[in-house]
């Protein structure tokens, strides 16, 4: 095991603001948790990107060793749930804000954080759908137990189609039988999207306009990952009993919408939050991606950079230049 080891670590880089650097660290650095993990795979967030450029307070205390995500094998443990060679995977619970990340070669981790690898996916393939992958599932499942089928041959809309969370929901949705329009606003996105199974496209613009408070309705359900107008335009044209699971906000935070399409239409509202999900719903959502995610849809869905490059893919997320995901190899 080696002495020292690379991680991108977020600290006060002057006047209180934070930002990440590549520093070497050791063992004897790490949290005090039961479970040491080998880091072999981690990825790029529009979380990751806030918090590496420092331009979101992302990290709530410094220093921390940033990345939301990561995949590897476990090399000790005073758990009994977990043994060496265990491979593993970590979604969220609050990594890179209160608790130290995934981009370290090595990471001291609670025993209840981990998820078992499941046996259909690469320690390379599980971060190739990380957080963002594993929220679209969760979205999906909420809106199936909400109860959005395939009613009446309606669409269903993903918006912020061609990013992490996007992607993935597309190929679940269409998947499951689901007729899928993506939001888009880069056209040249559409053949990749089409692979994944989109059926038509709306321009992100048109979403971005202010719209009725209650539109025509087209969406049996949507999966929104953009926040502010677009949230407010997806439930303003969704269906009679439909549903939008709400996830993200790269937009905005805010919903400047009308209780109209609640009040006239039965609509619901699901939020969707993975970083602090039960452990049942972590399980039922990797479980449908192992069951739904087909392997040659995820491939086309992502690509492995070098850990090297991460300060570039950062600022490559939130500028919007990445498509579908990016994996990161952790290496010293």
């Known amino acids: ?58 990290a709530r205390k410094l220093p921390m060793v940033a990345g939301i995500d990561l995949a590897g094998t476990v090399v000790e443990s005073r758990s009994p749930e977990w043994k060496p060679g265990d491979q593993v995977l970590v979604n969220g619970w609050g990594l890179s804000e209160t608790q130290w990340g995934g981009y370290a070669r090595f990471q001291r981790l609670k025993p209840e954080w981990l998820t078992r690898l499941p046996n259909a996916f690469s320690l390379e393939e599980a971060m190739a759908i990380g957080t963002a992958g594993y929220t679209a599932a969760l979205c999906v499942d909420a809106l199936e137990a909400w109860g959005v ?41 559409h053949d990749y999207l089409r692979g994944l ?16 408070p209650l539109g025509k309705e087209r969406w049996g359900g949507a999966v929104d990952s953009v926040g502010g107008q677009t949230l407010a335009n997806a439930l ?56 739904d995610l087909d392997r040659d849809k995820l491939k086309a869905m992502y690509e492995v950079r070098p850990f090297d490059a991460l300060p570039g893919l950062a600022a490559d997320i939130l500028a919007n230049r990445i498509r579908g995901r990016v994996v990161v190899r952790v290496e010293d």
């Open 197 to 212: 199974g989109a059926q038509d496209f709306v321009d992100r613009a048109a979403l971005l306009e202010k719209g009725p």
């Open 1 to 58: 095991m080696a002495d020292s080891f690379k991680a991108l670590v977020i600290e006060d880089a002057g006047g209180g603001k934070p930002k990440g650097a590549f520093k070497q660290l050791t063992l004897a650095d790490l949290p005090d948790n039961d479970v040491l993990v080998e880091v072999a795979f981690s990825t790029v967030n529009y979380k990751d990107g806030l918090a590496v450029t420092g331009k979101g307070r992302i």
């Open 236 to 291: 303003s044209q969704t269906a009679y009993g439909g549903a939008v699971a709400a996830c993200g906000l790269a937009g905005s935070a805010d919903l400047p919408g009308s209780m109209l399409p609640f009040i006239l239409r039965g609509v619901a509202l699901l939020g969707v939050e993975s970083a602090n999900a039960p452990r049942a719903k972590r399980d039922a959502a990797w479980a449908r991606l192992a069951r």
């Open 149 to 189: 089928v395939q009613q009446a041959g309606r669409e269903v809309l993903v918006t912020g189609a061609s990013g992490g969370v996007g992607s993935v929901a597309v190929a679940l949705l269409a998947k499951g039988g689901y007729r899928v329009v993506a939001s888009t606003g880069r056209p040249e996105t």
